[in-house]
């Protein structure tokens, strides 16, 4: 699981490539803000309703957005795996990260109440910070104490009966390797709360969103694979991170 140096492969666009994609990222940015603007009122109304109900409105609220905007950016999503959620069960959901685009794909596609564990610093961006810090456990990573605190919280949204959602990448995949290396964060929480992983993997989202270019978006089929749970039993944080590397990495290699 060493982390390679040499960042990817640049992918080579034509002209008329690199015109389109900069205004079909323009377009992605104008469509986001404004059917934002229309769900915002109606996701913070679901603070009202107690947890996890209200978490559970505020997650199909947030997919009924999400789903429209790719729409609109003709990058329909196909979900599979949604059966290895099992009800009245919690979970641990890790995923892939290759591109911007994978931060709105994963919550509000994964079944049921959830939150995810996310930088502090964009809740601080005026009205979407506060749907944002909705939705998340809110970390400065540059602080021990606030990754403690954040720990605690993650187990309590656990408790709640919330899955929670997790880049073990820490960030997106600079690396050339398919998947870079994995934080242990995730594993130590499933360790400590018994929970297990559902492995997420995400495909198509390098091809909108290549991580090498600025302002560009083209339109991807994309697809997100809920793999099979996989139990801490006794295994260690090192041996469960490797386990679920693997399986992730697995899954990538031979479908992407």
Known sequence: MSEAI???????????????ARIWAIWGVITFAFTFLIIFLPSMATKLVKDPKGMWWFILVSKAWNATWLYLILSPLKVYGKEHFKKGNTYIVTANHNAMLDVPLLCPFVPGPNQTIAKDSFAKVPIFGWFYARGS???????VASRKKSFDLMKASLNKGFHMCIFPEGTRNKTDLPMAKFQDGAFKLSRDTKTPIIPCVILGTKKACPIHET??????????????????????????KLKVYTTMVDFYVNNS
Request: glycine share 0%; proline share 10%.
């Open 215 to 240: 302002l560009f978006l083209l339109p991807a089929k994309l697809e997100m694979h809920f793999l099979p749970p996989i139990e801490p039993e006794d295994l260690t944080i090192e041996a469960l």
């Open 137 to 143: 456990v809110l970390v400065n990573r540059d602080s």
């Open 6 to 20: 040499i960042t990817p492969k640049r992918e080579k666009y034509n002209l008329f490539t690199r015109i389109f």
